[in-house]
């Protein structure tokens, strides 16, 4: 399992290249961003004030680092850095969680108190104008955290030496849903090519499943019944 564990960990870093964040008011889109583009300041505005801001989070870069640093073992390194990597991996998913604290309301509302400098006023404004902006965070930033929490599980059963054992579970589960996935095909397929009955006017037979002939649009004669097998005396 530990040649695998690079898996979800490149999963977790292209997923910073996804969208992750996006801020409206009244169902009106104000700014976008990707994971990459929140850890380093570039936020998509839209409307009047379109174009590039933001600032640079430094946690999420550090997530960032984290990552890479954890795929980078996971490539050169054997099995005993297991628990370095899941290290590394917790260490994103914090990072990531406290990065990205700084967009939610409340911390939007501390931070319109500080700019309006201990003015009521100017404070109250902020706070009516944060009770209509929605933050939506979207696949990109999910799949990160998901793909770290699978990257977290591998290493720790790489660690406890039950990776062997989970191995030949996900192996089992795999063959036996091939084999469903087989069976299904083979049924359609028959019932595909079961005649489904024939044409009175031209004589065609069509599949199972087919109404009218597709030559003259006739309506096809159901096939009879099969006949049941005789009773043994």
Known sequence: MWKWIKIP?????????????????????????????LAFGHVTTMGQASGQSGEMNFWLI???????????LAVIRDRSFAKISLATSVAALVLIWIGTMRYSREALAAAAAREGGGNSFDASMGQSMLGMIQIDWHFGYYLALLALVVAVVMAGLVMTGRDAEASEKLAGLAGEARKAVEQVAAAAQAGMAQDGGTCPQCGKTVKAGVKFCPDDGSAITPPPPPTPPAASA
């Not at 999963?11 to 990707?34: D, E, G, H, I, Y």
């Not at 550090?62 to 980078?72: D, E, M, N, P, R």
């Open 62 to 72: 550090l997530a960032i680092l984290a990552i890479i640093g954890g795929l980078v």
């Open 9 to 37: 960990k490149g999963v977790a870093l292209l997923a910073f290249l996804l969208p992750w964040m996006t801020v409206s008011c009244q169902n009106q889109p104000l700014a976008k961003a990707s994971g990459i583009g």
